[in-house]
């Protein structure tokens, strides 16, 4: 059996109360990590952290802020330093889905994806890193998209901001793997959360799961959603010891749904 060496390290993840986020903390939590779990609605980060607690007796904690903004990033990092005197990884994971045409959508609402998709990465960054040099070492992972690569034709600035990110992840990587700091990038496909049930329920009623299908079948080769475990074993490799050589990458789990090589 491999043995993924994540036992009582310290994790950061952003968006961590729903969803991916949640799906991920709670893979950590089971292999014996502690995890600082971040997303702006205070109650239920804070309950879904005691949960985890409670459940695989680690520690869990809740912080309620709002990672788009220089203040939220700072109590993120503070509060870190004050549960755990640093962490051994972060997970950039908070993010959304737009909708919108490029002729008519405001500077605003581009300047919002980019301060939640990519000023929140390099903040936490600024941040984390100088604590992870104080470790020896540590691993960074931004989760992106698909669409990072390939562009989903409502959602020109989540595609856009997405791929930003996905650079800055490369970018980071060269400038800190001598500190012994590994930085990668996930790109997942479809992933079944609460979210897409809420956006299925929005667009087609009680038919909503009909509505899942269709999608999955128009853009997935696999036909079909992954779950959040899933995908959440693909963020635990990457922020293993055992994936000590993969650095700078980008890497698509996606059921096929990117068609180029
Ligand atoms: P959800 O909408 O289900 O969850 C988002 C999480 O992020 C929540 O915990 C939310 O809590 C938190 N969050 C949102 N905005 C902020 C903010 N400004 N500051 C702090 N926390 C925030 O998203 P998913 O789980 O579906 O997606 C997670 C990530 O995965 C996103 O970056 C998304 O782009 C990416 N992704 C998702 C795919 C999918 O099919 N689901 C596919 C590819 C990529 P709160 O509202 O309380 O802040």
């Known amino acids: 059996m491999m ?8 994790v950061v993840i952003t968006g961590a109360s729903t969803g991916i986020g949640l799906g991920v903390s709670r893979a950590f939590a089971r292999q014996g990590a502690h995890v600082v779990m971040a997303a702006r609605n205070e109650a ?11 459940e695989f007796s680690v520690r869990c904690i809740g912080v309620s802020c ?5 203040e939220g990033t700072d109590r993120l990092i503070g509060s870190t330093r004050d549960a755990f005197g640093g962490t051994d990884i972060l997970i950039n994971n908070a993010g959304t889905g737009s909708n919108e045409k490029i002729a008519d959508a405001p500077d605003e609402k581009w300047n919002a994806y980019w301060e939640l998709h990519v000023m929140a990465a390099v903040r936490l960054a600024r941040g984390f890193i100088p604590m992870m040099k104080e470790r020896g070492g540590g691993v960074i992972l931004h989760n992106a998209s698909v669409c990072a690569a390939q562009p989903l034709g409502f959602e020109p600035i989540y595609n856009v901001t997405k ?3 996905q650079m800055f992840s ?23 959360t609460p979210d897409w049930a809420k956006t299925a329920k929005l667009h087609a009623g009680e ?17 079909r959603f992954a779950t959040v475990d899933e995908l959440a074993d693909a963020f635990l490799f990457l922020c293993s010891p055992r994936s000590s050589f993969w650095v700078g990458g980008a890497y698509f789990v996606d059921g096929g749904q990117k068609r180029t090589v």
């Open 163 to 165: 791929s930003a990110l």
């Open 207 to 223: 038919k909503w799961e009909d509505y899942l299908r269709n999608v999955a079948k128009e853009l997935a080769p696999i036909n």
């Open 170 to 192: 490369r970018c980071l990587a060269e400038e800190v793997i001598g500190d012994n700091i590994r930085v990668n990038c996930i790109n997942p496909g479809l992933v079944m």
């Open 44 to 54: 239920r980060v804070k309950e879904e952290a005691a949960r985890l607690t409670d």
């Open 66 to 70: 709002d990672v788009a903004t220089p």
């Open 3 to 10: 043995d993924l060496e994540l036992k009582d390290k310290v």
